[in-house]
């Protein structure tokens, strides 16, 4: 018989979060059947490495410095060499004080306020990244969520409803709302008699009639009820003069204008739906906590310039970016994480098939633009806590911070994430530019924009000299023909980071791919 008074699931998972933390929430999830969406069974399990082995490892970003623990723990003596001053690499943080210098040499100071940054690059963790979560845990890295889909956001497209941003709740409701009604009448009319059951095509109007808020009559029209989920023209309030008005609808043609299932379809992406998390403090959160663990293994401004290789041992010639001194090391083993739009022009001593792959990955020009403002007017203004705002601008989107809310003090919001042929424009400009681009296309969305804005930063990933891009863009033919022989292990030489996996552009590939690429070298090394 069931105990009555034992605690549902969700009470369950509503405790173990109060207690634990969200970490602590997550990994009980998956121990429970929920969440387990990726291929990580848990860290490597290497043991028995030989007395005195060897490994170099080329760069201190996530994949790196993961090689570097695990490998350390197993008893290998790990030595990195990486090319900046910090380590972390793509998982970083830009704060008041920091400065940001592109490949020209044009440098940014940062002048953000304290407690305020932008994430240049990985800026969320979806909820199914079970690699990272996990050493996040291991490594004590705080997390707090963060904000996806926010229906109180704008979707704005410059040439639909006269350009004005519209609420997402208006128009993703009355999308949903028209479209309800045109299947539900089709089926009523038998349009579509041959395709479904007499009970399926009941139970089909039932659930449009309900999913689309429509009426007796299979109609999508203003309403009360409808009003409930698109908002209201004057919302229900207390008293005298309590009661609501309810909106009216847009037209079809014009929620169609819209594109409005851009941004619904977005969120049903697979490492875009909620929940996701964040490291509270910003990115570079996760970055630190790996570093604090292999910080002694690292030497910094050390510019690789070739990698060579022999049945005995692999030797790693390098530069020191601030006096010029050339120097080497000499291991039994190497793993390589060195973005291959850098690695590809490198004297590197491995197969033609090899080289051939690492050249034939392009990188993407992604540009960010954070925007600090006096105040959070789209909080105090707007009341949108956190999530996004869409737009057909280059700028893409306007994204708001997700800590700190209802507080009294500067704040930041991501002003543009120009990807594409958008992303190479952003980057083209100058920092000042840019800034004036995000500020001119965003008050589109926010008039408040000019008034309220303090200071601003940028990062153009195409013109920074450590990655020349932001992360790898595999085509589906060179997927076919390259990806294999890219993480196939060549001689005492083994390649991870995200461009050696299937989920590209995700620190959870970086690290998958450095689990696999360090469990092979292991047992390469075993039988050597």
Known sequence: MDDINAPTRRQLFETIGKAGGLVALYQSMTALGHAAETQFHGPPVLSGAKKGATVVVLGAGLAGMLAAYE?????????????????????????????????????????FAPGNYLNP??????????????????????????????????????????????????????????????????????????????????????????????????????SLKVSGQRGYDVPPGGGVTGAPTASQIDSLHDVLDSKVWNTMSFYFTYVMQTTMFQPVGGIDMIGKAFAREVGQMITYNARVSKIAQNDQ???????????????????????????????????????????????????????????????????????IYGGHSFTDQPISLISYPNFDFFKKSPAVLLGAFASGAAGYQFAGMTPEQRIEAALAQGEKIHPQYRQEFMNGTSVAWSRVPWTLGCCAQWSEDARKQHYQNLVSMDGRVVL?????????????????????????????????
């Open 71 to 111: 490998l350390a723990k197993a008893g290998y003596k790990v030595q990195i060499l990486e090319y900046q001053t910090r380590a972390g690499g793509r998982n970083y943080t830009l704060r008041g004080g920091d400065s940001h210098t592109e490949i020209d040499g044009t440098t940014q100071q940062v002048g």
């Open 313 to 383: 041992g692999v030797e790693i010639t390098y530069a020191d970016n601030s006096t010029g001194i050339v120097g080497t090391v000499k291991a039994d083993w190497c793993v390589c994480t060195i973005p291959l739009s850098v690695l590809g022009q490198l004297d590197v001593q491995v197969s033609d098939a090899k080289v051939a792959a690492i050249k034939a990955v392009p990188y993407s020009g992604m540009v960010k633009t954070g925007l600090e403002f006096k105040r959070r007017f789209w909080e105090e203004d707007e009341s």
């Open 121 to 222: 690059g990985p800026w969320r963790i979806p909820h199914h990244h079970r690699t990272l979560l996990h050493y996040c845990k291991a490594l004590g890295v705080a997390l707090e969520p963060f904000i996806q889909l926010n229906h109180n956001a704008y979707i704005h497209n410059t040439d639909a409803l006269g350009g004005k941003p519209i609420r997402y709740k208006e128009l993703a409701t009355d999308f949903k709302g028209h479209i309800s009604e045109l299947l539900g009448k089709s089926l009523n009319q038998g349009a579509l008699d041959d395709k479904v059951t007499a009970e399926d095509k009941e139970r089909l109007i039932d659930a449009l009639r309900n999913w689309g808020v429509l009426d007796k009559k299979l109609s999508y029209a203003s």
């Open 496 to 528: 991870a980071g995200e461009h050696a996996s299937y989920y590209g552009c995700w620190m959870e590939g970086a690290m998958l791919s450095s689990i696999d690429a360090i469990t092979r070298l292991h047992k390469r090394a075993l039988e050597a």
